[in-house]
């Protein structure tokens, strides 16, 4: 069964950081574009990050740029997002997702992960 557990999430002051990590299994992790939504108070998913199969390129959205890395570890079936300079603005619940060709797009997201909170107190 093809599975991502996201860890990592908490509680942080604003200017903090804070480290997702997206654990993968049940699928080849390396056939797959790694993503991060957010998702917003009316459910809907905000494009965060992405990062390519073998991490040939990476995009961001634009509030993130600068201050977010997405990275990802294959040999470990492991998606990554590194915060820095985490904002108020930023608190949400943050998914890791894997879509077979990417595209910032969640309807073609295949696999998603449940979730993880994210706090800055300002």
């Known amino acids: 069964q093809a599975r991502l557990v996201e860890s990592g999430g908490g509680l942080v002051q604003a200017g903090g950081s804070l480290r997702l990590s997206c654990a993968a299994s049940?699928?080849?992790?390396?056939?797959?574009?790694g993503e991060w939504f957010r998702q917003t108070p009316e459910k809907e998913y905000e494009f965060v990050a992405q990062?390519?199969?073998?991490?040939?390129?990476?995009d961001y959205a634009e509030f993130v740029k600068g201050r977010f890395t997405i990275s990802r570890d294959n040999a470990k079936n492991t998606l990554y997002l590194h915060m820095d300079n985490l904002k108020p603005e930023d608190a949400g619940v943050y998914f890791c997702?894997?879509?077979?060709?990417?595209?910032?797009?969640?309807?073609?997201?295949?696999?998603w992960g449940q979730g993880i909170q994210v706090t800055v107190s300002s």
């Open positions: 990062i390519t199969w073998k991490a040939e390129t990476t």
């Open positions: 997702a894997a879509s077979r060709w990417g595209g910032h797009n969640h309807e073609e997201v295949n696999y």
């Open positions: 049940g699928f080849t992790f390396g056939d797959y574009v």
